[in-house]
């Protein structure tokens, strides 16, 4: 089955603790996104990654990071996670960068 | 600024009628348009999309109109069934490309019985 997987799905971590939130695809997909979903505010693009080893920054990157070691995998990472990062992240790819991404189910986060 | 609008943060219509859910952008350079749709702790799944040098596409009971002109697009579902009850988000890119894509609000659709 097509999918992208998240993980964890939810998570509770005080400010500071770093964290990763891993994101796997099994549809050979180069185009791989993270976003944010904020009451009010949408969906929000964090950073993307074209295809292995090439990433670029979205609307809202600061505070976090991400890696393009392998094409299935794309982690994000919060360094310092403080408690304006509380969101639902979503994970998405794409097959050679158009607009119809798949989605994985997302990883609630809540930094106290 | 935002670029993508969806005025509409909510709409209820009855089951079997007609759901129209609109989108509004700022940016000319946008030419490719989508639409997708979320239930509750699910992640957003494409629904239908268009691009620029169209003004419809249609796919079952769901058709995106786009107005170049008045810089406005909208979604119909005909007929409105249950199944429909969701959020549904307007994006926009240039080019066709994800790299830049931009999302609506989203507007939370509600089918009554």
């Known amino acids: 089955e097509a999918q992208v997987t998240q993980n964890p799905r939810y998570l509770i971590t005080v400010t500071g603790k770093k964290l990763t939130v891993t994101c796997s695809q099994n549809?050979?997909?180069?185009?791989m996104s993270w976003y944010r979903q904020d009451p009010g505010l949408g969906l929000r693009q964090i950073y993307y990654?074209?295809?292995?080893?090439?990433?670029d920054k979205g609307d809202v990157p600061e505070g976090y990071k991400v890696s393009r070691k392998e094409k299935r995998n794309f982690p994000l990472i919060l360094e310092s996670p403080s408690p304006n990062q509380t969101s639902l992240y979503f994970c998405?790819?794409?097959?050679?960068?158009?607009?119809?991404?798949?989605f994985g189910e997302g990883s609630r986060l809540t930094v106290l | 600024d935002q670029q993508v609008k969806q005025n509409s943060p909510s709409l209820s219509v009855q089951e079997g009628r007609i759901s129209i859910l609109n989108c509004d952008y700022t940016?000319?350079?946008?030419?490719?348009f989508l639409w997708y749709k979320k239930y509750p702790a699910e992640g957003p799944t494409f629904l239908i999309s268009?691009?620029?040098?169209?003004d419809k596409n249609e796919d079952g009971r769901f058709t995106v109109f786009l107005n170049k002109s008045a810089k406005h697009l909208s979604l119909h579902i005909v007929p409105s069934q249950p199944g429909d009850s969701a959020v549904y988000f307007c994006?926009?890119?240039?080019?066709?490309?994800?790299?830049?894509?931009?999302f609506g609000k989203g507007t939370h659709l509600i089918i009554q019985p």
């Open positions: 994006a926009a890119s240039k080019g066709g490309g994800a790299d830049g894509l931009t």
């Open positions: 268009i691009s620029s040098i169209k």
């Open positions: 990654s074209m295809n292995v080893e090439v990433t």
């Open positions: 998405a790819s794409s097959q050679g960068n158009t607009g119809e991404l798949f």
């Open positions: 549809m050979n997909h180069e185009y």
């Open positions: 940016n000319s350079m946008f030419d490719y």
